[in-house]
């Protein structure tokens, strides 16, 4: 490869991150709705023919913001959960926890981007898949190692039996943590989905002018999904 060609491989790259980091910026103002090639290229002093030899269209940005939102997310967890000893299966789920949610505090408009409303018009590529699942593999991971050592001991609280339906909808799950029973998918899924409910009610207002110690309150409130799980508290 010659050097010149690996200069120009250096500027363009330098020049997509400059255009993402403009972009995030434009998030913040306008929301993902309102973001626009050609108001991106006005800040940086470029010709609107010249952006779009980066990003073709504008959903082709929103897909690599969403991408570069979830890589980041998917690092900030793996990076949690590494730091912790494989057998503190409850220390594991509560670091995990509070990965996300500091993520989100750190980053609320991309927070917004992956798990608020929908962009009108935008439907993300399959291309965002690998990105948009880090997280939960690492989750997945937990739960089947938690179950594989026998740690796993859910409170005897009359939960219903499985439907039948979802156990075809189990089986998929299960790609992501094998070995795991139907049951206990379901108690993932609880888990998993009362996280980002969380979160979620936080970072949109929610529980303004009622929950004042969220950090506390939080913290609580995941101890209480590992118990449904089945995680010590």
Known sequence: MSSSRTARERVRAELTRE??????????????????LRAVAREMGMASSAIYRYFPSRDDLLTA????????????VENADAAVPREDH?????????????????????????????????????????????????YGRIVS????????????????????????????????????????IVRSLIAWTGLFGWISFEMFGQFDNTILDRPAAFDHAMRCQARTLGLPA
């Not at 913001?65 to 900030?76: F, K, Q, V």
């Not at 005897?156 to 049951?183: I, K, S, Y």
Request: with cysteine.
């Open 65 to 76: 913001l969403i991408i570069d939102g979830y890589n980041a997310l998917g690092e900030a």
């Open 90 to 138: 409850a220390g594991r789920w509560t670091v995990v926890c509070h990965a996300v949610r500091d993520w989100a505090l750190a980053h609320p408009h991309e927070y917004a981007l992956l798990y608020g409303s929908p962009v009108p018009g935008y439907k993300a590529p399959q291309d965002t898949v690998s990105a948009a699942i880090r997280d939960t593999v690492v």
């Open 145 to 184: 190692d938690a179950h594989r050592a026998g740690a796993l001991n859910p409170p005897d609280d009359g939960h219903p039996p499985v439907p039948a339906p979802f156990h075809d909808d189990a089986a998929r799950v299960r790609a992501l943590m094998p070995d795991v029973p139907d049951d206990v």
């Open 19 to 36: 255009i993402a980091d403009v972009a995030r910026r434009q998030l913040a103002v306008d929301g993902a709705s309102g973001l626009s």
